[in-house]
């Protein structure tokens, strides 16, 4: 598989992730018990790390070739 390949698998996840995060934060807004919207704000919170992973790994992935680009320093292929 190629970089520019797996950078479009990254995107899709990051999206993914991204959109998974707003409905558990919305879900605890809505949510009547206390219990349920502490539940649903912890896992957006456990998945905020991922998705932050996911959106860097995007970037070096699609970028990683370009003689201009810095590479994240966190990663390296």
């Known amino acids: 598989m ?3 390949e797996m950078s479009v698998e990254y995107r899709r996840s990051q ?3 991204r959109t998974r995060i ?3 934060r919305e ?3 809505a949510a009547t018990d206390p219990g349920d919207a ?3 704000e912890a896992r957006a919170k456990d998945l905020y790390p991922l998705y932050l992973e ?3 790994l995007a970037e070096l992935t699609a970028r990683y ?3 201009s680009y810095h ?3 966190r990663f390296s292929l």
């Open 2 to 4: 190629l970089l520019s």
């Open 15 to 17: 999206i993914a992730l």
């Open 22 to 24: 707003r409905e558990l």
């Open 27 to 29: 879900a605890a807004k």
């Open 38 to 40: 502490a539940a649903f």
């Open 54 to 56: 996911t959106r860097a």
């Open 65 to 67: 070739y370009e003689r």
């Open 71 to 73: 590479k994240n320093e």
